[in-house]
């Protein structure tokens, strides 16, 4: 006789975290500086002790997620005092408006801080129309 | 009057009292976030945050402040009293319109009260990726010595 099994299903993570971290410590949201300019969004996020081998950068259909894993000088038999940070996962995501042109997503990391930049598609760029006299 | 109105127990209250209890488990009630403080601790979330760890040896302080150079800090130490301070600019953008601005502009002081037997002769600070590790050496007579029986 076939027996039946009760399959629950885990519930989804939000969009774009599922295949990025199995780990059930809370991730750090962190500072993050966001300004638009004629050209595109830039986005400038603090990460401190997170280098080019931990940041993760992932695009799924409109939302940006970028994840960062932070390393610093752990040894055996250290003993915590005092803890600001307690986490060593930085994540946020950020929702992008169609006239972004993902594809064309460039990042810099540099001591700590992530700077991305997100060109506006071409059409959407504002153009100066040149007047003809006469 | 108004002592009543927040008697409602918030969905998420349980899962941050869990994760306060499961802190506490890892780093002890020394750093609990809600009693009292060392009175020369600065508010949960000033820049730059700090990690203090210790092994046998020495004390390890961690300053979290990215985007700054290494001869930007001021690292003093008179007896067991750390002091960094410095200053971080961020260039505001010309015609950009911002969204958000949280990443920390401007001066930075962190105190840090040492153990008694942190040695002010043996300190040494590097920063890479945005971490200041500043480690103290521990004043060797403070060790635990073993004693032979003859």
Sequence with gaps: MA???????APEK????????????????????????????????????????????QTEANTLTIEGELQFEMRDGMEAL?????????RCSFVLSSELDISQIEAILKDGVLAVRIPKRAEFRPRRIQVQSG | MFEGMWSYEHPLSAQIRRLEEELDA??????????TRNIRSLPAG????????????????YLFAPGLDAKAFDISMQQN?????????????????????????????????????????????????????????????????????R
């Design chain 2, 81 to 149: 009293l750390l002091s960094v301070s410095g200053a971080r600019e961020i260039q505001q953008e010309e015609a950009a319109t911002y969204y958000r601005r949280e990443r920390f502009n401007g001066e930075f002081r962190r105190t840090i009260n040492l153990p008694d037997d942190a040695d002010p002769e043996r300190v040494e600070a590097k920063y890479a990726n945005g971490i200041l590790t500043i480690r103290i050496g521990r004043r060797e007579s403070a060790k635990p010595r073993q004693i032979e029986v």
């Design chain 1, 82 to 90: 005092y803890a600001d940070v307690r986490s060593t996962l930085y």
């Design chain 2, 26 to 35: 890892v780093f002890g009630s020394g750093t609990s976030l809600t009693g």
């Design chain 1, 3 to 9: 027996t039946q099994q009760n399959v629950t299903q």
């Design chain 1, 14 to 57: 939000s969009s774009g975290s599922r295949q990025t971290t199995q780990r059930n410590e809370s991730a750090m949201r962190p500072a993050v500086d966001v300004f638009e300019t004629s050209d595109g969004i830039r986005l400038v996020v603090d990460m401190p002790g997170v280098s080019k081998e931990h940041l993760r950068l």
């Design chain 2, 46 to 61: 000033s820049f730059p945050a700090v990690n203090v760890a210790s092994t046998p040896e020495a004390i390890l302080v």
